[in-house]
């Protein structure tokens, strides 16, 4: 037995099918469109995508209205604080910079000078005890080899 079906014999059944009466009217079709029909509109309707777009539009308008009623209120020039007029005071007249230097600076600089001077001098105080250590060497030795 051959069970295998060419495509000739395939495309030939299909073709007789194709134009083989259908009846127009199917009442198995017709039952079933009717029952998607009655179980769809059981169902919730579903959200639409756009509900923010309402949202959008309204918070728009709100700020429009803000700007419109607070905008000329802010733009509007305000008058200006009375200040009360304070009574003129007279300040003593700065030093001029000839009395600053005479009087701060100078002082100064004559105290770094002689802290310098002192430094340019000490290393002589180290250089007299070095000597005199010395001499006091030589002076011992000279005395020990002239002995009674």
């Known amino acids: 037995m051959n069970t295998r079906v060419t495509e000739t014999d395939l495309a030939k059944r299909l073709r007789e099918e194709a134009a083989a009466d ?32 309402p949202w959008v539009l309204g918070l728009a308008a709100a700020a429009a209205i803000a700007l419109a009623i607070g905008l000329p209120a802010f733009l509007r020039p305000s008058k200006p604080p ?16 000839a009395s600053i230097v005479d009087s701060h600076v100078a002082p100064m600089y004559q105290q770094i000078a002689g802290a ?33």
């Not at 017709?30 to 756009?50: D, F, K, T, W, Y």
């Not at 007299?128 to 020990?144: H, I, N, P, Y």
Request: charged share 30%; proline share 12%; no cysteine.
């Open 116 to 148: 310098m001077d002192e430094r340019k001098l000490a290393y002589l105080d180290r250089d007299a005890r070095e000597l005199t250590d010395f001499v006091k060497g030589q002076l011992s030795l000279a005395m020990v080899g002239k002995s009674p």
């Open 22 to 53: 259908a009846p127009a009217f199917s009442p198995l079709l017709h039952e079933r469109i009717m029952q998607r029909v009655r179980s769809a509109a059981r169902l919730p309707a579903e959200p639409r995508g756009n509900l923010r777009m």
């Open 82 to 97: 009375i200040r009360p007029i304070s009574p003129i005071v007279k300040v003593d007249p700065l030093p001029s910079p």
